[in-house]
């Protein structure tokens, strides 16, 4: 009989499964659960989207696209990166319309890891990084962010990491799992240090029109020195409701860009074409549906905080995205311990923070992309919860 096990490549045997999935597994095994634990919109994906998408169906719109994706798409990707955040690329070759923000994470690592390559990642972060990295070869070089410092890379943290193995930064902010946010001088402190190195800068923004206050999200590449040697990755699950669609986009100078084409091209040849004549419609009509859904995560964001807040947790103040990160350091409990005993009791289930990277033990991820009815609930379990510890 053969042995399969045998035969796998050595990186993947090594790679371990998700710990969200975990959690989300033994939920989905339970009744009566309420989740804290999904980080998807909980909004239908808005009506002109749906229709263009139908309307692309109805006449057949169903062929291969360029495998950059639709030009038509790539030229109001373009329009909107102009008009929300002052960012300039040409649609023609520096824009590549990919399935999810998650591939074109993915062409950004491979495109310019190779092994041995040190890959800086501040954490806690997104669970898909380091395991990219990894499968590269490359060596993950976490940077844990502190609350202290409102879990924002320093540029004393970033200096301190690196070595002249030093090949590829990730900037994930907004970030899950902290809702930290980067605004434009601390970027401008972290591209002092940026400017000095030969480093590859992989900013994942899909959080971007999630960032609260008066102040609006700043990329880095709108900083001096950082755009051409910068990959912009955006997408459409979280601003427009279309985590289903499975539709993103990576920016960055032809150099880049006609490198992450290659691989997409053999990897995936396009991306979903009623996927694309949708997002068309999403980023040229859509700006108000963006600004009504994130003024509805606002007013849930200041509930959640402030009923966590109420019932005895230290919790930082989230900037962007739709995700709390209570400390549970008060309960004597691992992050792990806690939510187990969370979910059994309680059955309530939220993501331990180390889930997230070893600087997040401590901590549980709470999504608030919920309707406050579903919220209340979960706060008035989790008060219950408390009682018995």
């Not at 035969?7 to 309420?34: C, H, Q, T, W, Y």
């Not at 990295?133 to 200096?159: H, N, Q, W, Y």
Request: charged fraction near 25%; aromatic fraction near 10%; hydrophobic fraction near 40%.
């Amino acid at each position: 009989m053969i042995d399969i096990g045998s035969l796998l490549s050595a990186k993947v045997r090594e790679m371990k499964p998700s710990g969200i999935r975990r959690f989300f597994d033994i939920a989905n095994e339970l009744d009566d659960v309420i989740s804290l634990g999904i980080g998807e919109p909980d909004f239908k994906t808005p009506w002109a989207i749906r229709k263009a998408g139908m309307e692309s169906l109805e006449q057949s719109k169903t062929f291969y696209t360029a495998n950059s994706g639709l030009i038509k798409l790539r030229e109001e990707i373009a329009a909107y990166l102009q008009r929300r955040f002052s960012l300039n690329y040409q649609p023609k070759d520096e824009i590549l319309v990919t399935v999810g923000g998650s591939e074109a994470i993915d062409l950004g690592i491979r495109a310019f890891v190779e092994p041995g390559d040190e890959v800086l990642v501040p954490e806690p972060c997104f669970v898909a990084y380091a395991p990219i990295a990894s499968l590269m070869g490359a060596k993950v070089v976490p940077i844990p962010t502190r609350e202290e410092d409102c879990f924002r890379l320093t540029p004393e943290a970033l200096r301190a990491a690196l070595t002249e193995k030093s090949k590829l930064l990730i900037l994930p902010f907004p970030n899950n799992p902290t809702g930290a946010v980067m605004r434009r001088e601390h970027l401008e402190e972290i591209a002092a240090v940026i400017r000095e190195t030969n480093l590859i800068v992989l900013s994942d923004e899909i959080y971007a029109e999630l960032t609260y206050g008066s102040q609006r999200h700043v990329s880095i590449a709108e900083i001096p020195d950082m755009w051409e040697r910068t990959i912009l990755i955006g997408g459409f699950s979280k601003a427009y409701a279309m985590t289903g669609w499975r539709l993103g986009f990576a920016c960055a100078p032809k150099a880049i860009a006609s490198q992450l084409l290659k691989i997409h091209q053999y990897a995936i040849m396009c991306s979903p074409t009623t996927s694309q004549y949708a997002g068309i419609v999403a980023m040229r009509d859509c700006d108000e549906n963006i600004q009504d859904m994130k003024e509805d995560y606002d007013m849930r964001r200041r509930f959640v905080l402030d009923g966590f807040r109420r019932l005895g947790f230290h919790c930082f103040e989230p900037q962007g995205a739709f995700y709390l990160f209570p400390s549970i350091q008060h309960t004597g409990l691992t992050s792990e311990e806690f939510c187990e005993k969370l979910l059994f009791s309680q059955r309530v289930a939220a993501v331990p923070g180390d889930a997230f990277g070893a600087s997040g033990e401590g901590f549980i991820r709470v999504s608030y992309c919920y309707s406050i009815k579903h919220l209340e609930e979960a706060l008035r379990r989790i008060r219950l919860f408390l009682e018995t510890l």
